[in-house]
């Protein structure tokens, strides 16, 4: 295992157990890119609170991500 998928992994842990969590550690959580986060933050289609900068608590993003599947027939059809 290289280094940087060492970090990458204790990375993942460490957002794993936190509550609340910054800007940053959001894209990086989610693998939304930080110009989408700021347009789903901006047309407030994202959970998040402004407190001093954008704030996100990981259970609502767990619960936002969930809500946004795509089922297979979804998928299938848009392939064809």
């Not at 954008?54 to 059809?77: G, K, N, T, Y």
Request: hydrophobic fraction near 35%; charge should be neutral; glycine fraction near 2%.
């Amino acid at each position: 295992m290289t280094v940087e998928e060492r970090l990458t992994a204790l990375e993942s842990i460490f957002l794993n157990q936190k509550e609340i969590l910054s800007f940053s550690e959001a894209c990086v959580y989610t693998g939304i890119s930080r110009s989408t986060m700021y347009k789903l933050t901006a047309s407030k289609k994202i959970p998040h609170y402004k407190t001093v900068g954008l704030h996100f608590e990981r259970a609502e993003l767990d619960s936002w991500i969930r809500q946004h599947r795509v089922s297979p027939h979804d998928i299938s059809s848009t392939a064809e």
